[in-house]
């Protein structure tokens, strides 16, 4: 059976958010009360991300040299990218964070050539603008996880999943096998829904090798 493995990025991949991380540094306003609306479900996240980055002034360049040692990976990274080639299972990160700082956290490690489904990012003086593409290229504002999951699922992939927050409920009740930690993994504890629970991504590394 074809496999593949679906992997939230902010949280999942590395250890803390690097989208607050930003925020934090370079919003202009209250973008932790837009989030608080997010948690409560008053807004989307993609209107949260919509709102919260038009606050950010900072060009591209000043971002990701700002991000350059600040974000730390989860132990174990790039050994289950080797390990996912060595299996032939295609891995790939669909994530509410932003395209452009994912892929430059992960090219200290030259793996920002990775297939990445994530917020597309246009930088102005007035703010940045975020929006997230389905697999037609079609705008979404919600659901961008599980419409992929949908897809691969269609495309008859076992689909393996790997979260950490409320985002990622949708999707990995989807999955054949998910990964938790985090937010994720307490409402699957909660609820006594199935799940793997990890700590660093070796953890991952090991339960695939029992597929």
Aim: hydrophobic content about 40%; charged content about 25%.
């Amino acid at each position: 059976m074809k496999t593949l493995l679906q992997c939230d990025f902010d949280g999942s991949i590395t250890i803390k958010d690097a989208s607050f991380f930003l925020l934090d540094e370079y919003a202009s306003g209250d973008w932790r009360s837009l989030f608080q609306d997010y948690k409560e479900g008053r807004i989307s996240v993609g209107e949260f991300n919509t709102r919260a980055f038009a606050m950010v002034k900072a060009d591209e360049a000043t971002l990701t040299r700002t991000l350059q040692g600040k974000v730390q990976v989860r132990r174990g990274f790039p050994r289950m990218v080797s390990y996912c080639k060595e299996r032939g299972f295609r891995l790939v990160i669909v994530s509410n964070g932003l395209e452009f700082y994912i892929r430059e956290v992960l090219k200290k490690f030259g793996l920002d050539n990775l297939e990445i489904h994530a917020a597309k990012t246009e930088f102005h003086p007035d703010g940045l603008r975020v929006q997230y593409l389905g697999p037609e290229g079609e705008p979404l504002d919600i659901g961008l996880k599980e419409t992929y999951i949908k897809m691969y699922l269609r495309q008859g992939y076992r689909v393996l999943y790997v979260g950490n927050g409320d985002s990622d409920v949708a999707a990995a009740a989807l999955a054949y096998k998910t990964f938790a930690t985090g937010d994720l993994l307490k409402y699957f504890q909660e609820n006594n829904i199935p799940c793997e629970p990890f700590e660093d991504l070796s953890d991952i590394i090991e339960a695939m090798k029992l597929l």
